[in-house]
């Protein structure tokens, strides 16, 4: 009798196991708001894919890009700079109102025509050549570009277009005709979208609570609920997930994971993300005019030591600026950046350099490992002469003019080269903005090409042009992509998929299961 | 005892004016909110759209005028970066912040009065020894060290407790152990001193001899008259907890409590919610010193007969 109980129990324990599933994460970071228009962030990023959705989907399984029907169903160019979209009929926003037509052109427009300042910024360095969106009829809308697009579904892809409700946001604050500045504001603490997990409790800083929703237009969502719960110590995130009340936790430093794989409970996950850790130099620093002193503060840096010493050789050292998650525009044939200390020495006897002090500035715990490879570059400069110092500020300092070189990221915010190069090192870009790189005609016309030309060919060589525009004369050394890791209980099964911008939570269907007993 | 309070409560509103007004000048020497708030990589076009939107470009002596103002509408402002009203941030980390300081009070109390009076009765015997090494110990060790050493014993290896938030009673333990700790070692020393003192007092003698029983002649005489002592000791030291000690172990165990809220606003230069929050701790502090004034001259009826003569 005893045992017939106890086999029942358990057989109950495990099926309500099976089909109530939920999970908590512990992230080191947890947004501050949520709006996926106005934020490029990585600790954003880890949020929006379960609650909302593009036109136009990705399919994440895949390093490269294919495109599938998300709330479009159909794409197809009517003339050269319009491109019209059938919309899915029967779509749900969190909050039960149908999505229609209008929202989605009142959610493109949002960015393509802003006018709330996070916006204006957001839409400016990645979708400047949008300049509308309309309606046709209630499941169609056209969307109109300045010049023709190459890059049509890659930016119809992006976080920043994803769908909102238009009479939600507009009656949050103030008149519910009008989208005020204050309804967006609103938004950003009450977000409602159309994906597979609705935003059930939102903390600022401290939790996010997804619920299942049901009356999701795709595959239902794998998990009833699932709680991402601030733990800022990394300590504690692992002995959170040793106690339980975490099932996965992120942001785990690569000297920790020895100690988590010694867990038979436990187990890591890891990959190298698409984004990288860069140098910057301040060419227009008096010190640091001539080009010859930056390429030698460069060729003097080993990034594959760096790697080992850092990464336990788990990150990638690139040869350009360049992400296998481009396709057809990965190049790493190009060799924009190489470890050659001769050439330092020679290089730097032939500018003349008088062993003047070079700061190196970082902040003491942004990057992971970022201190270190500070000092690492410092000691690699000492190598070929340069006098280097490591200058610790919290202070973001790439904007002040005595900045001399710092750390920095380039993250991949959408798999284009266009979607990290581009939109850091664009002509009038944020780089040139802080007045730490410089631009002319010729390489805004290369600039043009690499951007707007519709043959992928045209693309590669006007990006070759632009590396080597950097090679010469270089703003930049990107270090590596960094390995991050994940770590979680052993029955659960998720990891990072290869087709997602860095750092995002994706617990949709097929994305996350667990083993079966 | 009425004009007491009068003056306690005049005392705390100057008190309170002077730190409205160093808060608010000394947060903005620690650095220009636009370097934080706007963040970096930006073109100086979109960041001056920032800086206006954010109003990061208004003259300080304006925003001075604001913040005074905000004392008689209620309205704090916007955070500059949670884009809510900064009271509702506050307001909602005060709460487990409070009941995590009043827990470790409470067990502070439980715990080292009866320690800190057995130390004094048997201060000659091993057992008074015991105790004071003990709490010379409690002193020695950082609370810090105390929380991390007990998440490895009590989570990590046995997985008896848990470590993450404030849900339930079982996550109060550690905190509030880690936080009384060295509150523990200093209130038994200090009740243990006072009692020391009162015991060879003429009163107890008196009390000895009028044939009460030792019990009544140590807690209804000595403990009264050494309770101004420990009073101004638990006053203190709940205070200077409520103004800082918290914060770290509010981050190892992902309490989420105010400490936690100073300090990730701080390094964000989110002024708004840095000095809502730093002059709600300062008023709380304020609070307490005076709930310990008042709770002196209760106690002793010395006190505030001086202070109207």
Known sequence: ?517 | MLSYALRTLIRMVLTFFVIVTIVFFATRLSGNAVDFVIGEGMTTEDRDLLIKYYELDRPIWSQYLAFLRAFTDGQFGLSFIERRPVSEMVLERIWPSTQLLLSAVGLTVLVSIPLGIAAAIWRKSWIGSAVMVVAFLGYAVPNFVLAIVMVLLFSYWLNWLPVVGNGTALHFIMPTVALAGVLIAALTRFTRNAMLDVLGQDFMRTARAKGLPENAVILRHGLRNAGITILSVIGLQVAGLAASGSVVIEAIFAWPGIGDLLVSSALRRDYPVLQFGVLTVALAVIVINAAVDLAYAWADPRLRHTVKG
């Open chain 1, 1 to 517: 009798m005893l045992k017939l109980l106890l086999s029942t129990a358990l057989a109950a324990g495990l099926a309500s196991g099976a089909c109530a599933q939920e999970i908590t994460v512990g992230a080191a970071n947890v947004s501050s708001y949520l709006d996926p228009g106005r934020d490029h962030s990585n600790v954003g990023s880890q949020f929006y894919y379960n609650a909302f959705d593009t036109l136009i989907g990705k399919n994440h399984d895949k390093l490269e890009a294919e495109w599938v029907p998300a709330l479009a169903t159909e794409w197809k160019l009517v003339e050269p700079k319009v491109m019209e979209l059938t919309l899915r009929d029967g779509v749900t926003f969190h909050n039960g109102e149908a999505m229609t037509a209008d929202d989605v052109v009142f959610s493109l427009n949002r960015m393509y025509q802003a006018d709330f300042p996070p916006y204006v910024v957001r839409s400016r360095d990645r979708l400047s050549n949008f300049l509308k969106a309309e309606k046709v009829d209630d499941l169609t809308v056209r969307v109109t570009v300045e010049k023709e697009e190459p890059l049509w579904e890659t930016l119809l892809n992006l976080q920043q277009v994803m769908i909102i409700p238009e009479d939600y946001t507009k009656a949050l604050t103030g008149d519910p005709e009008v989208a005020e500045h204050d309804d967006f504001e609103a938004f950003s603490l009450a977000p409602v979208g159309t994906g597979p997990y609705r935003i059930a409790e939102f903390v600022p800083g401290e939790r996010v609570v997804y619920e299942r929703f049901d009356d999701f237009w795709g595959e239902k969502a794998p998990l009833a609920k699932a709680t991402v719960q601030h733990i800022p110590e990394t300590a504690s995130r692992v002995t959170a997930l040793k106690t339980g009340e975490a099932d996965i936790v992120t942001n785990i430093a690569p000297d920790q994971l020895a100690l988590i794989e010694a867990d038979k409970n436990l187990r890591t996950v890891g990959s190298a993300t698409p984004l990288f850790h860069v140098m910057i130099m301040n060419v227009n620093h008096p010190k640091l005019k001539d080009p010859r002193i930056r390429q030698a503060l460069s060729l003097a840096i080993d990034r594959d030591t760096l790697n080992e010493a850092l990464w336990l050789g788990k990150a990638v050292v690139p040869s350009t600026h360049t992400l296998e998650e481009y396709g057809d525009l990965y190049m790493p044939e190009l060799k924009t950046f190489e470890y050659n200390p001769e050439k330092a020495r020679q290089l730097l006897k032939e500018a003349g350099y008088d062993g003047f002090e070079v700061t190196f500035d970082t902040h003491p715990t942004y990057y992971t490992n970022g201190l270190l490879a500070a000092q690492a570059i410092t000691e690699m400069w000492a190598e070929v002469g340069v006098k280097g110092r490591v200058n610790i500020a919290e202070k973001w300092s790439g904007r002040s003019p005595e900045m001399m070189t710092r750390n920095w990221s380039n993250p991949m915010y959408f798999a284009d080269p266009f979607g990290s190069f581009g939109v850091m090192w664009a002509p009038n870009g944020p780089s040139e903005g802080e007045g730490r790189f410089n631009t002319d005609a010729q390489y805004a016309e290369i600039w043009e090409r690499f951007r707007f030309s519709k043959d992928v060919e045209a693309r590669k060589a006007a990006y070759a042009e632009l590396m080597e525009r950097i090679r010469q004369d270089p703003p930049v050394l990107p270090l590596y992509r960094p390995f991050e890791s994940w770590a979680m209980r052993k029955d659960v099964s998720w990891a990072p998929k290869p087709g997602h911008i860095p750092y995002v939570l994706d617990f949709r269907a097929g994305s996350i299961s667990f083993a079966s007993n």
